[in-house]
């Protein structure tokens, strides 16, 4: 695979040409692709995910992403979210009552990436991690060609992300640096502010009611950003989420001590709280359900292509 002929293969492709119901992804992995498999889906997924977590890699780019592991500023606020990756946080949902310290680059860091691989090896956090991004936004982006793998994560982001506490700046620079993979590969302007739109929608909000965004995985609470500086979702359900606190720090060395997406990001060994169970503490609040959700948006913009 040679990443250089994907964004010259874009400026090919005149929109007229593609079908009137094709997803984001039918459109752009056949854009740069060619050909609209299984495969190819997942190598889009894998170049526009790992371009989110290191940023930019592949050469040539529309422009610069600095990526999720990268300290930076969104509108005015410092953000800083390896500690939730690398275990400086003791901020992950094992199923117990308090967040544990994992580090999810644990199989290679950065490394691999570069290489349009989740990891090294196939047994590790990184690997879990990396997999479930490339098929949960796969999903979103409507990949669905025979072979493009299923979604295997819990189905409530709200649950997998529960003990990070996360504020606006936080989640908003995550979405800021999904947009500028995108645009980097040559997403138009439009598709990138479909896409945003829908992320800050569902997932950049506090309390919102039960959305399906997986449909095997039905209606599930999703909201990601959960402290103060969170605009409240209409319809708010804040009685179905548990309160939260700020994660602890577990080690003063790692917590935010890295910017660089360099390879050494890595090297961080897992302190704090052991994660005693595979599985992220759910919710019981009875809230009440809401139907379209992302499928619903996307599904919209698809049409509109
Ligand atoms: C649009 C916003 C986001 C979406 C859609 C999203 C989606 C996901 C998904 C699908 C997973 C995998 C869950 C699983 O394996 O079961 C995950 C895990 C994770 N996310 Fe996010 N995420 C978002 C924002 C963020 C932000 C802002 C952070 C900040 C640090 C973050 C940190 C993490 C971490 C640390 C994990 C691993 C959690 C664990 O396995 O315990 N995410 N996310």
């Not at 692709?33 to 780019?61: R, S």
């Not at 990436?113 to 990184?126: D, E, I, V, Y």
């Not at 796969?138 to 506490?165: E, I, K, N, W």
Request: glycine share 10%; with cysteine.
């Amino acid at each position: 695979m040679r990443p250089s002929t994907f964004v010259a293969g874009l400026a090919a492709v005149a929109a007229p040409a593609l079908a009137q119901n094709m997803s984001i992804c039918d459109k752009y992995t056949t854009a740069l692709l060619k050909e609209n498999t299984g495969a190819n889906q997942l190598t889009l997924l894998t170049l526009l995910v790992n371009t989110v977590v290191i940023g930019n890699y592949t050469q040539p780019n529309m422009n610069a992403v600095p990526g999720i592991l990268a300290k930076g500023d969104y509108m005015g606020t410092e953000v800083n979210l390896l500690p939730y990756f690398n275990g400086g946080l003791a901020s992950s949902n094992r199923g117990g009552s308090m967040g544990v310290s994992i580090n999810f680059l644990d199989d290679g860091g950065a490394v691999p990436l570069t290489m349009n691989k989740p990891s090294n090896g196939t047994s590790s956090n990184q690997y879990k991690l990396m997999t479930h991004l490339y098929q949960y936004f796969g999903a979103l982006l409507g990949c669905s060609a025979t072979g493009f793998p299923s979604y295997q994560g819990f189905g409530s982001q709200a649950a997998v992300h529960r003990f990070m506490d996360l504020s606006a700046a936080e989640v908003g620079y995550f979405i800021e640096q999904v947009a500028l993979a995108a645009t980097s590969f040559g997403v138009s302007a439009d598709d990138v502010a479909t896409v945003g739109k829908a992320l800050n929608t569902i997932f950049n909000v506090r309390c919102a009611p039960p959305t399906t965004v997986i449909p095997a995985q039905g209606a599930q609470l999703q909201s990601i950003c959960e402290d103060e500086t969170c605009p409240l979702a209409p319809m708010a359900t804040c009685a179905a989420y548990p309160p939260t606190m700020k994660p602890a720090k577990v080690n003063s060395t790692m917590a935010g001590s890295n910017s660089s997406s360099s390879g050494s990001m890595a090297s961080g060994t897992m302190g704090g709280a052991a994660a005693t169970s595979s599985k992220p503490a759910s919710y019981t609040g009875a809230a009440m359900k809401v139907g379209a959700g992302v499928a619903g948006l996307l599904g919209a913009a698809a049409l509109a292509l």
